[in-house]
């Protein structure tokens, strides 16, 4: 399935629908410069391949599912594994599957995909992904209809990977994140300042009550705003030990929320979602 190329004067975008409608490139054209980490020119287009991508969607929930944590048919199950490279249920079908090219324009395409409910997540939805450019920004949005005859609980993610450098860094309202303790839950401060070295802070928190405006600084080239458009409240920064990448994610639902509903009643971001319904959020990021 070929690639899918969209671009203004200021912008160019890559997406490819066979690899779960992931970003390929995203980049400045006037600096000639990435935005998103571009896919290696060694990888293959495959389905399992997206992990290598610049981005990618996580529907219908964000984050992983632990054993025995998704609630259906009243019972606690576990859910099979949707990557290999993951031991655990993690961020839904959308990544690895082929999405269906609806419409495209030069500045925008708008990608389908159905999810039956027969393995992985039980529950039958479509999710709509839109992509556009306009002038210095990429907007993205992301629909999940329930198309089963059950309500249940979802959330949306979108998942963008950056390239790090010395300079990058994460400026934000608020560092506050949800600590589990054998799944005891309570809210925990990382920090009181408002910005993070990604360079220094090594973690994989969901941080809550995000004011939905954030300065990301990649480079001594690039920066840029990361704008919640629509029902995005919460972003998830992932900052691996060792790697030359790291990941700012804007989310409806946080990290382990199955787990943590199961188990307390603090927050999830879990929004529960009746047959024939829809759920939409959308998200800008901005060239500065």
Request: glycine share 4%.
């Amino acid at each position: 399935m070929p690639l899918l190329s969209l671009q203004n004067k200021n912008l160019f975008l890559e997406i490819s629908p066979e690899m779960g409608a992931s970003i390929t490139k995203f980049c400045d054209r006037k600096k000639n410069k990435d935005i998103f980490r571009p896919f290696p020119k060694t990888k293959k287009i495959t389905k399992n391949n997206c992990y290598f991508s610049g981005y990618f969607a996580t529907v219908p929930y964000f984050g992983v599912i632990h054993k025995d944590t998704f609630f259906y048919n009243n019972k606690y199950i576990k859910l099979s594994r949707t990557h290999p490279l993951e031991p655990d249920t993690i961020h839904g079908e959308g990544w690895v599957k082929k999405w269906k090219v609806k419409k495209q324009t030069k500045t925008s395409a708008e990608l389908i995909y159905v999810h039956q409910g027969k393995s992985s997540f039980p529950h039958k939805y479509q999710a709509c992904q839109k992509f556009s450019l306009n002038k210095t920004s990429l907007n993205i949005s992301i629909r999940l209809t329930n198309l089963d005859h059950l309500p249940f609980d979802c959330g949306i993610g979108f998942h963008p990977w950056f390239n790090i450098s010395a300079e990058s860094k994460i400026f934000s309202n608020n560092f506050l994140y949800i600590e589990n303790n054998k799944n005891n839950f309570k809210q925990k401060k990382l920090t009181s300042a408002k910005l993070l070295n990604l360079n220094k802070h090594k973690i994989d928190k969901t941080f809550l009550n995000w004011n939905g405006k954030s300065k990301l600084v990649l480079n001594k080239d690039i920066s840029l705003e990361i704008i919640n458009k629509k029902n995005l409240n919460n972003l998830h920064v992932y900052t691996p030990p060792k790697e030359n990448f790291f990941c700012i994610e804007p989310v409806t639902n946080i990290g382990d929320a199955f787990q943590i509903k199961k188990y307390s009643k603090e927050y999830t971001g879990l929004k529960n979602l009746k047959k024939n319904k829809k759920f939409e959020s959308s998200v800008e990021f901005k060239l500065l």
